[in-house]
């Protein structure tokens, strides 16, 4: 059974830090381009940063470079996202998606999405 689960949201102060964690099972994450996208209230979900599996590029929403990182541990099938110096508009629910091939942002594109998991920066 192909599953994604996020973990690692919560309560943070702006300028603090959260480390996301995007598990896999039931496939081999490694094989996949993954995103994170995040979702803020009352907006429309967007890409926030995208780990292609092609070419182990890494691409970012412009508001987040310098700030967020991306990784992926492949003995242990997971993808990260580490957010440093995390500010209010980073609230949202993340969700980490899954898709073949090149790095993409359309949400279309992607496969297999978790759940989401709640980031509540405040100021």
């Known amino acids: 059974q192909v599953q994604l689960v996020e973990s690692g949201g919560g309560l943070v102060q702006a300028g603090g830090s959260l480390r996301l964690t995007c598990a896999a099972s039931g496939f081999i994450l490694s094989h996949y381009t993954v995103t994170w996208f995040r979702q803020a209230p009352g907006k429309e979900r967007e890409g926030v940063s995208c780990?292609?599996?092609?070419?182990?590029?890494?691409f970012y929403k412009a508001s987040v470079k310098g700030r967020f990182t991306i990784s992926r541990d492949n003995t242990k099938n997971m993808v990260y996202l580490r957010m440093n110096s995390l500010k209010p508009e980073d609230t949202g629910v993340y969700f980490c998606?899954?898709?073949?091939?090149?790095?993409?942002?359309?949400?279309?594109?992607?496969?297999?999405w978790g759940q989401g998991t709640q980031v509540t920066v405040s100021s």
């Open positions: 780990l292609s599996t092609t070419d182990d590029r890494e």
């Open positions: 998606a899954t898709k073949r091939g090149t790095a993409s942002w359309l949400q279309s594109d992607y496969d297999s």
